[in-house]
């Protein structure tokens, strides 16, 4: 089985961005995926985390369509996959969660920008497993 631990979370066996309607989770079809990767292909295009955060808001940029089916599927599936669990251990156990910050901080509520970079390849290990990672590495994937 290839990818266990993302299937566990998710129940997603083959991916997303396959082109066999059979093969997509369920409620998904080929120009969903199509849609949605061409969304996050731009998105990896737009230079500053300014920007980026505008074109995912739509804002002086042309709306996607593969945002909206990003967005709308994640929201769905978010509470059912339990990612959020996961994201508060893994920032618990590097002492960076953000009311522990602001307690920390006279109560100002820290950017997660400063912070996600820290833990980002521990969620992703927790979600996606060992084989997210490159051969004795302790880095995601940059394409994952």
């Known amino acids: 089985m290839k990818w266990p631990e993302r299937q566990e979370h998710t129940g997603i066996e083959h991916g997303i961005f396959l082109d066999d309607n059979k093969k997509l989770p369920a409620g998904w079809f ?11 292909d731009t998105f990896i295009q737009v230079q500053s985390e300014e920007q980026k ?14 945002c909206e089916i ?5 929201w769905q599936k978010y509470r059912i996959w339990n990612l ?6 893994e920032l618990q156990a590097a002492d960076i969660h953000p009311q522990e910050i602001s307690i920390h901080e006279d109560n ?3 950017d997660a920008v400063d912070y996600m970079a820290m833990v980002v390849d521990s969620v992703g290990l927790k979600i996606f ?16």
């Open 108 to 110: 100002a509520w820290p």
């Open 70 to 74: 990003w967005r709308r599927w994640i």
């Open 84 to 89: 959020h669990d996961v994201i508060v251990k």
């Open 129 to 144: 497993g060992e084989e997210a990672f490159p051969e004795n590495a302790e880095v995601l994937h940059k394409d994952i």
């Open 30 to 40: 080929c120009q969903d995926a199509d849609d949605v990767k061409s969304f996050f």
């Open 53 to 66: 955060n505008r074109y995912i808001l739509g804002k002086g940029f042309p709306k996607h369509p593969g």
